[in-house]
Nanobody, 129 residues
């Protein structure tokens, strides 16, 4: 499975960005896909996950502001980020796993690589105040 992110950049607080992740390879094996972020010196954080039936889970810090969506026909995962805050500044990674679990479990398990997880190279998001 290969994942390639795009859409990062710099935006002022209150602005919006949409990240995209194109997935290729054995995509039919993916049970969960999601977005994660990491700031240097801190643990990787689960932002949002979506599973093959369409169940979604969000991290507490982004609920109500971020929206995850998947376009199966285009093999693309999106993350719409609204009302961005300086604390959203991080490297954002797209990931996929063939492991079975609930959407809530996937946020933590994938972030900590406790299950087989495939990662993209990341895209930087910087929010200025």
């Amino acid at each position: 499975v290969q994942l390639v992110e795009s859409g990062g950049g710099e935006v002022q607080a209150g602005g919006s960005l949409r990240l995209a992740c194109v997935v290729s390879g054995n995509t039919h094996r993916n049970k969960h896909m999601g977005w994660f972020r990491q700031v240097p010196g801190k643990e990787r954080e689960g932002v949002a996950t979506i599973n093959s039936p369409g169940f979604i889970s969000y991290g507490d810090s982004v609920k109500g502001r971020f929206t995850i969506a998947a376009d199966v026909a285009k093999n693309t995962l999106y993350l719409q980020m609204n009302s961005l805050k300086p604390e959203d500044t991080a490297m954002y990674y797209c990931a996929a796993t063939p492991s079975r679990m609930t959407a809530i479990q996937a946020l933590g398990a994938m972030a900590r690589s406790r299950v087989i997880t495939y990662w993209g190279q990341g895209t930087q998001v910087t929010v200025s105040s």
